[in-house]
């Protein structure tokens, strides 16, 4: 019987155990470094304790696992989302599918549940080192590393051949093979939970009525309601800022709406959640040296919590190398898994940038700005549909592309260019609907083109960190 070893009994770790078991035959030993009886998922440990939403692919991999009519149960279906932005609130239901808010807590025992059940062996309070994963290397069939953002496995595999930045929002550098590419973001995220009964089942997202400096500011707050009459709220500013509690309330009093504050009005300061800084992590494939060893989940990429990009994908890491495994030849199947799912990965990571970008820009969705044109948004196709996240990203812009066409020529004029690449200072911007022309706009400077869904959303950030223009994003549009 082929055996493994997972570091990390997170969601991703416990979903992999139960696959390789119940699909695999595999002996499996999981190895936690936080203790059972804890808070699993406590602030202090870097884990949300709130809701998170389940798309059609942690649904998919749930129900792969056998477990979802057990979280079903636990769980709240979201019909769709409303925006507060500039004193206007857009509502629109989601087309092709639904959100289902479950606590990461409840999902993560369910999911530990099913792991005893097939017989899965916990060790918590089990740190590993680099000597004792070099003895699972050598003794184990296969090594899973789904240990987080701040993965072990990770620092063991690649040492000092590590990329860190701290930046606002840059471009990730497909042309990195050979070292894990971290970048911390300016921004990040407090937590905290709101009574709201009667409340739609929507997801909420509250923008600043400000067009002030984002980094001095709190650009957007996330909202999910929960099973329990609740919304757990994600409250998006520069860590600075979410240190200073008072300081925070005093910028959500001056930049947010009334019913937003009325839900925040009683709460107090102790019951916010620790800061969390926003990162992206991006791994390489593993050394030939440990060829029997795959990360998962966010050990191997760690998105923004944006598109539903992040428990949802670590699950689906889970569920795709499942389906690449082949037990006569672990090395091959790794190398198979990795080679079709790191575009993907990348991919993934972009697009939760330019999301983050799009959010703090406070520029809604292209369905919301061109009514009946779009029909599909990037978050619609990425949540309800089994498309890689390549083919979300051309599905989505082969639609902008079908309505959206030049208007003009002029000097600087260019072929068709995508969020996300380089423009020059005066380069002329025309876009134009099925409708009516929407204008020309010259680009007031050079850098990176982002959040094309209207002319008035159109912006360019200075450079600061890339050229390349081999990024993938989110969107296309002519200029």
Sequence with gaps: MPTAAIIGGGLCGCLAAVLLVAEHEFSVEIYESRERETDFDGHGNGRSTLDLTLNSRGVAALKRAGVFDKVEEYGRWLQGYVWGWKGTCIE?????????????????????????????????????????????????????????INSTVRSILFGSAHKCSTVSFPLIDSSMNKSVQTVEFELGYVEVVVPAPGWKSFLRIWSSKTRDDPYTRVPFILGVPDRNEQIDLGVYAPLAILQDIPRLKQLLKNDFSCKLLELLQDVPDTSWGAPERLCTVLSPRCLSNFNNVVLLGDAAATKLPFLGLGANSSMEDASIFSNALENTNIPKSIECYWTHRNPDLMVACQLSIDEGYRLIRKTPGPRSTHPGKCTKNMFDILAFSDLTYSETVESFRSQSLHNQHVTARGPGWKSYVHVGQRVTKGDIVGIIDSVKTRGTYAAPQSGIVRCMDTLEAFSIEPDQVSTTNQTVSAAGFFI
């Design 92 to 148: 629109e239901a989601y087309k092709d599918g639904r959100l289902l808010s479950i606590n990461r807590r409840v999902l993560h025992g369910i999911l530990v549940s099913r792991c005893e059940s097939l017989g899965v062996k916990f060790y918590f309070s089990h740190k590993i080192d680099e000597e004792a994963f070099r003895g699972l290397v050598q003794e184990r069939s296969l090594v899973v590393g789904a240990d987080g």
